[in-house]
C-alpha cells in the first residue's frame, strides 16, 4: 500500500534576519568558555561535556534543521521535508551545499554519522542513546540485538533521506536540529580516527577552525563555501579558554570579550549584579547526583535527610538572587509538569527524622559515617561557592561532618562523574531538547552513560515507555509526571534551583539567536557600527 505524503509548508526556510550590516572594518567576534572542547562531533568522540562542546560544534557544522531567531527548527541542509500520514516517516531533501575541503555534502553523511553513535561496537557510542531511540531499530542495534544496517534509514538518492520512527514523535525535527544528528564528512571521517579532535577538522557550516591551541583558543573564520554564506555577517570568532569567572569579568571589562554569563559561564550575583544586565529563559538546572552503587549513598532515607535539608532559598538569594530559583521537582520551571513543589523547602524537622531511620537502617552512628567527597568543577566560584553553602547547612541540620568538597578539572570531573568515580557531585544539568522526556530519559537506564547516578526504577522505566504511545497530550503529561514523583521519592538526586540566563554582552552586538536551552547561535550575529 502506497505512502502518501504530507508536505509541511510551514517548516520551510524562512529565516528572518537582519539586513547586512556595512563592514568596513574586520568584524570578529569573541567569547570564553570554561574548559576545552572535549571534541566538535559527537561522531568522532562521546567524552567530556556535550553542553559545552556545542557550543562551538553548531557554529562548524550545519545540520538538516536550525533554530530560528524564535528557538524554532528550520530548514538548513533540508530544502524541504515530507512527512507521512502517520508522522512515522520523515522524508528530508537535500540542497546542493559542500564540505569545507569542496566535496558535496549528501545524505550518506548523515547515516555514517547517526550510525556511528548508535553502533555499539564503535569508540564512539553515544552517552544519550535515547536521543535516537524514535528511528526504527535504533534501540535494537544500540543494544547489539540486530545490525546497524536494519537501522530505519534509506537512501534512495545521495540528495535524499528517509527515516522511519517506532512512533509518532512530535518532538522530532527538534531532535534533527540538536548537534546529536549533525553529519560528518563520510569521505574524511573514515581515513582520519580523530578526526574532529584537530584544527584539521572538515565542517560544512556557517565558520571553519582556522587554529586551535588546545586549553587555550579555538579561532573560527567565515565559511566561505557555506550554502547561506550571505547571511553569516562575523569574520571571525575567537573562543577562549578560561577556566576562572574572575578573569573572565576582568577581560569583558576591559573590551577583550564580547559576552559574559550565561550560556557559557555562569556567575555569582555578587561579583557579577552590576555587570550582567539581561536575562532569557533556561531550561538549566543545578542538582546534587548520588552515585547510588555507594555505600551510606545506597540508602534512600539517608539521601532524602540531605534534601530536605537543604535550605535553597537562602542559596538562590544570597548567591543568585533574581538568576534563579529554588526547586523542588526534577525538571527545570520552564518545563513543569506540576505547579506544586514535590517536597518542602529546608523542612528540618522531616530531615533530621530520616536520617535518624537511616542510620538505623544503617547500622552506624552518625560518628562513624565514613568520608563522603562532593565533587564539583573547580575554577567555577559560583559551583564553590554553593557547594560550601550546602556542606555547612548539612554540618547545621544535621550534625553531618565528613562530607568534603573536591574540586575538579572540567572534563576529568565530568568523565569521573560518567563512569562512576565519585561520591556525590555537584552539577548543572540541561538538555538539547525542550521536552521533559529527554531529562527524566537520563535517568531511565542503569547500564547507560548518561545515567550518572547508577540507579533505575522499573516502574520508572514503564512509564516514560508508555509515554511514547501516549493517545494525547494530556495523557502524555500524567505519566511523565508520575515518573518525575518517583525519581523524587528515590532521590537519586537532589534538586536545587532553577535558572535563568543572565548576561551581558557588547553594546553593539546584534543578531544573535537565543535558545530556551543553552545555546546561543551567533550564525548571523553581527556589530553595530
Not at 544570597?318 to 520552564?334: D, E, G, K, W, Y
Amino acid at each position: 500500500m502506497p505512502i502518501f505524503f504530507l508536505t509541511c509548508l510551514a517548516i520551510f526556510f524562512i529565516f528572518t534576519v537582519a539586513q547586512k550590516p556595512k563592514q568596513e572594518s574586520k568584524q570578529i567576534l569573541r567569547f570564553a568558555l570554561p574548559s576545552d572542547i572535549s571534541t566538535l562531533h559527537f561522531a568522532s568522540s562521546s567524552k567530556g561535556c556535550s553542553i559545552n562542546s556545542s557550543h562551538v560544534m553548531s557554529l562548524l557544522f550545519d545540520g538538516l534543521m536550525r533554530r530560528d531567531e524564535n528557538d524554532i527548527p528550520k530548514l538548513a541542509i533540508a530544502k524541504k521535508i515530507d512527512i507521512s500520514e502517520d508522522r512515522k516517516t520523515y522524508v528530508f531533501h537535500l540542497r546542493d551545499c559542500y564540505w569545507s575541503d569542496g566535496v558535496k555534502v549528501t545524505a550518506y553523511d548523515f547515516e555514517y554519522a547517526w550510525r556511528n553513535v548508535i553502533d555499539p561496537d564503535t569508540e564512539t557510542t553515544t552517552q544519550t542513546p535515547f536521543f535516537y531511540y524514535p528511528i526504527k531499530n535504533a534501540k535494537k542495534c544500540f543494544v547489539g540485538e540486530i545490525s546497524c544496517d536494519c537501522l530505519g534509514i534509506t537512501i534512495p538518492d545521495d540528495q535524499t533521506l528517509i527515516v522511519e520512527l517506532e512512533y509518532p514523535a512530535p518532538y522530532f525535527l527538534d531532535l534533527i536540529a540538536s548537534p546529536q544528528f549533525l553529519p560528518a564528512p563520510i569521505h574524511y571521517a573514515k581515513k582520519n580516527h580523530n578526526w574532529a579532535t584537530t584544527a584539521e577538522i572538515v565542517c560544512n557550516g556557517p565558520y571553519t577552525l582556522k587554529k586551535w591551541h588546545h586549553n587555550s583558543e579555538l579561532l573560527l573564520s567565515k565559511n566561505p563555501d557555506y550554502w547561506d554564506q550571505e547571511h553569516v555577517y562575523l569574520d571571525e570568532i575567537e573562543v577562549c579558554i578560561i577556566p576562572n569567572s574572575s578573569t573572565v569579568l576582568s577581560m569583558f571589562e576591559k573590551g577583550q570579550l564580547d559576552w559574559i554569563g550565561s550560556p557559557f559561564i555562569r556567575m555569582s550575583y555578587d561579583i557579577s549584579r552590576d555587570l550582567l544586565d539581561q536575562q532569557y529563559e533556561d531550561a538549566l538546572v543545578y542538582w546534587i547526583a548520588f552515585n547510588t552503587d555507594k555505600p551510606v549513598l545506597s540508602n534512600q532515607k539517608f539521601r532524602k535527610a540531605l534534601a530536605y535539608a537543604i535550605n535553597r532559598k537562602s542559596i538562590t538569594d544570597n548567591i543568585f538572587s533574581q538568576s534563579a530559583t529554588p526547586l523542588m521537582a526534577v525538571l527545570p520551571h520552564s518545563m513543569s509538569l506540576k505547579d506544586e513543589p514535590y517536597f518542602e523547602d529546608a523542612n528540618i524537622a522531616l530531615a533530621q527524622q530520616y536520617l535518624r531511620e537511616a542510620l538505623q537502617e544503617l547500622s552506624l552512628p552518625i560518628e562513624s559515617l565514613p568520608e563522603i567527597q562532593l565533587g564539583y568543577v573547580a575554577d567555577l566560584e559560583i559551583h564553590h561557592r554553593t557547594t560550601q553553602a550546602i556542606q555547612d547547612q548539612w554540618r547545621t541540620v544535621l550534625g553531618i561532618k565528613n562530607i568534603v568538597l573536591q574540586p575538579i578539572e572540567y572534563n576529568v570531573y565530568f568523565d569521573n562523574v560518567t563512569y562512576g568515580n565519585y561520591d556525590m557531585g555537584f552539577m548543572g544539568w540541561a538538555s538539547h531538547i525542550h521536552d521533559p522526556l529527554f531529562i527524566l530519559n537520563s535517568f531511565k537506564n542503569k547500564a547507560e552513560l548518561m545515567n550518572k547516578v547508577n540507579w533505575e526504577n522499573e516502574r520508572f522505566k514503564y512509564l516514560l515507555d508508555a509515554s511514547e504511545y501516549a493517545a494525547s497530550k494530556t495523557e502524555r503529561h500524567h505519566l511523565l509526571s508520575l515518573a518525575e514523583a518517583i525519581l523524587i521519592d528515590e532521590m537519586p538526586i537532589i534538586p536545587i534551583c532553577s535558572l535563568k540566563k543572565q548576561f551581558a554582552k557588547n553594546p553593539k552586538l546584534r543578531g544573535e539567536h537565543i535558545s530556551n536551552l543553552q545555546a546561543v547561535d551567533f550564525k548571523t550575529a553581527y556589530f553595530e557600527d
